[in-house]
């Protein structure tokens, strides 16, 4: 798949240049409209436009996705572009002629069978608006045995939450929601020290202060999650262990206050 950035002030030039979060130019999140399917994949720079992103679609089923990509600008700004395409045969121009595209070590997919799956300690089929949502998981085997996590794009995890109108997007981190390379900026240009921010998977941090953290290294967290407008929502938590990309869907309900 080709993606390619078309706004007036970034072809002239007048936007700054993208730089690399988690030490990827782009984030796609490519998500079946009927919610079954999430690849997080990591697009490409074409070396003679930097106009143009590629990236290798995974076999999943043909239907309407949503397009989520994040990129992160040399200002510190972070944006979520946002698509829609209805991928079938009848539209889609496989070119086997290109041979420089190959999928990225860190992409994944929802498989259909897996030995390993997140439990979400905190769940609730409902919550209500402006209350914080807990999220705290754990990687169990289909055995209940917890499973140590590894680094998974330079953190513990990642997760995304979507509202099912598709007017609510949030790709979230340990960390919270920020931009790890906009992190990295603002932290450079002050001289931050680290404080109580989760640091998990930022370069200049050690797995072992993850390890120690917590008696059994299974253990995920991300920042409390505040939504103000009601619907059904979808949560997605990935995160790695035995060397195999775990991909776990959540449905949830936000009502008033």
Known sequence: MQIEITDPLWKEGRISDLIPDHGKIMHLYFINKNYNQLCHLHPKRNKKNKDLFEV???????????LFMDITYESGFAETIFNQINYTLDNINKQNVITYL??????????????????????????????????????LDLNNKPSSLEPYIQMGGH????SKDASTFIHIHPVGTISMAS?????????????????????????????????VNSLLSFPPLLLDTPGEYLLWIQAK?????????????LIDD
Do not use: H
């Open 56 to 66: 290798v679609i995974p076999p999943v089923e043909f239907g309407e996705y949503y």
């Open 102 to 139: 190959s999928s990225d070590n860190d992409d994944s997919y929802t498989l259909s069978d897996s030995k390993y799956f997140l439990n979400w300690i905190d769940e609730e089929k409902q919550f209500r608006s402006q209350s914080e949502i807990n999220l705290n998981f754990q990687m």
């Open 159 to 162: 997760g995304a939450v979507l």
């Open 183 to 215: 992190q990295e900026l603002f932290n450079k240009e002050y001289d931050i020290t680290k404080s109580g921010i989760c640091y998990y998977g930022l370069q200049e941090d050690t797995l072992k202060n993850y390890y120690d953290s917590s008696n």
């Open 241 to 253: 262990t035995n060397g195999e990309i775990i991909t776990e869907k959540f449905n949830f309900k």
